[in-house]
């Protein structure tokens, strides 16, 4: 018995067929149906007689005619050992056609077909391998290839091949004109993208593209690839161009242009319908999409004229919550295309409203309510009056007539305002719920405050007040200033109030400590940590002991027996500097950490974080040389019983280091 060189129904690329729409695998039954092979496959068919008659034992595919099947038959099909016979075709496109060179070898027989036509013949048996080679031509177009091969006796052996003869001296035949070109503009990049079916030519080396503007006749080269396709930026937007494509060979001929596609680049116009609100948040922009934009440009014009950048944005809106309150501004957006390229400025002006009043507070009798809250006109815009809204049920409805409250105010060591009003309209045993509104010249409000709720009394309670605290005394420490006082003794004892105020002296010498409620107490607790930053600043504290009826020595007069005190001054040496994108929240963790967290800068690639050292008078880095990616630092070594100073940088692509973000926060001692 031969030994099987290997098995003829599958190729060396792992081709299956299909017979009839069953996988043929190399123990399948003779075929019945015809077997398509895709081009260039070759469709084998073998039979057990060297006449080719009958119906073939075996139709399967191959990628190659090559076999050798020494002194047996071929695998995976049931043949005698001599007497056989192989028939290989193939139906496939030459595009333009050209030189070609068919080489045979076999033993025994072999006969080479093109269209029909015999171009090959070693028709014999015999005892080694015969060889020959032909130069022919291969006219353009879909042509056929048949391989007969016939194993009489011996051994055998079989093998074909075909390829062009790519020489620039041989080879004169120019590629066809590529077809089946398209052209389209992509809006993400701004390019035009041109494709094209893949030509036929076997030598093929590669594809030229050419434009020329439309209304022009001058092509130019823009791009070479063996790919079927090329994307172009075209040189001016808002115009036409027109793309052809050229195939050229391995010999260097090249194939007429193909049909021109034409593509039109998009020269993106400022953004439509930009409009502006000036919000509690932010200054808010909103504009129409604009056709061929990728992203927008968001900027602003300054006082001095210049213009700055406030970022950029793929959606069609931006708020900007950087924009101070008060202060109008001028914002100018640019449409973006996939090339970068800017569209000229849309603009619009916008300005945002003071900012809500903080920390209301509303006390009670039976027959009124003081009301006082808090802003910092320099962050919080430029206040021109106040509404004060009030209501018996929640939420204060802030749509009709405000309260008649006259507003007085008082600037406080840290600079900002406290006000305070009486609402004397109010009945007793009643619960009001109060809100303040800030507004500017305009009349135009800020958000609500803080709800302040207060249930006025009853017209015959007791009236008789506390023993005023006693004992009191003020301490400024590193990390605050403490207060201790003696314990009151009434039965009908409700709570402490905690007062800090801003002292004020007159012209005739008298001092005052005006301030307002800052912390609420029970009967049992006889001290409290006020968390003043160590700045050197001068506050002022009274305690206030208050029974179940209200009843207190406050009277909505200010204290005489108030404790001054002037806070140790800890602060860093070092300035820090302003313009920082970074806005950074440092307070207490847990078991003693210190936990700080920031907002993402855009562009930053990490952040450094430093603490300052009073001792050595820099801050020092805690993060090392190498900057964090994360928003958020635990310093877990900060020391307990002082107050410790945040630097918190961002490290931009070049190296270099944001303006910090500072925050501090005191760290009281710990327990035991």
């Known amino acids: 018995m031969r030994p099987h060189h290997r098995l003829s129904g599958v190729s060396a690329a792992g081709i299956v067929c299909v017979v009839a729409g069953t996988l043929l695998g190399a123990t399948a039954n003779p075929a019945v149906a015809d077997v398509s092979c895709a081009s260039p496959a070759w469709k084998a068919q073998f039979y057990a007689n060297t006449a080719f008659s009958g119906t073939p034992k075996l139709t399967t595919c191959d990628t190659a005619v090559s076999e050798n099947y020494g002194t047996g038959d071929p695998a995976g099909v049931t043949l005698p050992r001599d007497n056989f016979a192989v028939r290989w075709s193939v139906v496939r496109d030459f595009g333009s ?22 171009k090959i013949d070693l028709w014999r048996n015999v005892s080694s391998t015969q060889t020959k080679n032909v130069n022919l031509t291969v006219p353009a177009g879909k042509h056929t290839l048949r391989v007969d091969f016939v194993a009489w006796t011996g051994s055998a052996n079989v093998k074909f091949s075909y390829a062009p003869r ?18 389209r503009l992509d809006h993400a990049t701004a390019k035009a993208v041109v494709s094209w079916a893949r030509n036929k030519e076997m030598d093929l080396a590669g594809y ?14 823009v791009g070479t690839t063996t790919g079927a396709s090329l994307a172009n930026l075209p040189p001016e937007a808002g115009r036409t161009y027109y793309y052809e494509v050229r195939a050229y060979d391995k010999a260097g001929n090249t194939s007429a242009g193909s049909a021109d596609v034409p593509v039109t680049s998009v020269a993106v116009a400022p953004p439509a319908g930009l409009a502006a609100q000036g919000l509690d948040a932010g200054n808010k922009l909103t504009w129409k999409a604009v056709p061929g934009a990728v992203k927008y440009s968001v900027e602003w014009r300054a006082t001095d004229g210049s213009v700055r950048s406030l970022g950029v944005t793929t959606t069609t809106g931006y708020t900007d919550t950087a924009a101070p309150r008060s202060e109008e501004r001028t914002y100018l957006v640019r449409s973006v295309d996939g090339a970068g390229r800017y569209s000229g400025y849309a603009g619009v002006e916008a300005s945002r409203p003071v900012a809500a009043p903080h920390e209301v507070t509303a006390r009670a009798d039976a027959h009124r309510v003081a009301l006082t809250w808090k802003v910092n006109s320099a962050t919080g815009g430029a206040y021109y009056g106040y509404h004060v809204y009030r209501s018996t049920s929640l939420p204060v409805d802030t749509t009709g007539e405000p309260v008649r409250c006259d507003a007085r105010s008082t600037t406080l060591a840290d600079g900002r305002k406290q006000y305070s009003c009486t609402d004397t309209t109010t009945a007793a045993e009643t619960t009001y719920h109060y809100v303040v509104k800030g507004y500017d010249n305009g009349l135009r409000e800020s958000a609500a405050s803080g709800t302040a709720s207060v249930t006025t009394l009853v017209s015959d309670r007791d009236l008789t007040p506390p023993a005023a605290v006693s004992g009191v005394t003020a301490e400024a420490t590193e990390y605050g200033i403490t207060l201790d006082w003696n314990a009151n003794t009434e039965s ?100 003693g950490a210190v936990e700080l967290s920031w907002n993402a800068v855009e562009g930053a690639t990490g952040y450094r974080v430093y603490r300052w050292d009073r001792a050595a008078g820099r801050y020092e880095p805690l993060t090392g040389a190498d900057a964090q990616a994360s928003t958020s630092y635990t310093d877990t070594t900060a020391a307990s019983g002082t107050t410790h100073y945040y630097w918190v940088t961002a490290v931009l692509a070049d190296g270099t280091e944001s303006a910090p973000g500072a925050d501090w926060v005191p760290m009281p001692p710990t327990a035991g």
């Open 492 to 591: 009908d004892l409700a709570r402490y109030v905690v007062y800090v105020g801003t002292v004020l002296r007159g012209d005739d010498g008298e001092t005052v400590c005006s301030g307002a409620e800052y912390a609420y107490l029970n009967t049992s607790t006889t001290h409290y940590l006020y968390s003043a930053k160590p700045n050197g600043g001068e506050h002022c504290f009274w305690i206030d002991a208050v029974d179940t009826s209200g009843n207190s020595n406050y009277r909505w007069t200010k204290t005489a027996d108030a404790r001054i005190v002037t806070a140790l001054d800890l602060t860093p040496t070092v300035p820090t500097p302003p313009g920082s994108p970074l806005s950074l929240n440092a307070q207490t963790g847990a078991q």
């Open 166 to 183: 790519s020489t620039a001296a041989v080879d004169k035949v120019r590629p066809l004109a590529p077809t089946a070109v398209t052209g």
């Open 97 to 118: 056609g050209g030189p070609f060179t068919f080489s045979a070898a076999s033993q025994d027989g072999i006969r080479v077909y093109l269209d029909g036509v015999r």
């Open 208 to 221: 030229r593209v050419y434009r020329r503007e439309s209304g022009k006749t001058v092509w130019s080269h």
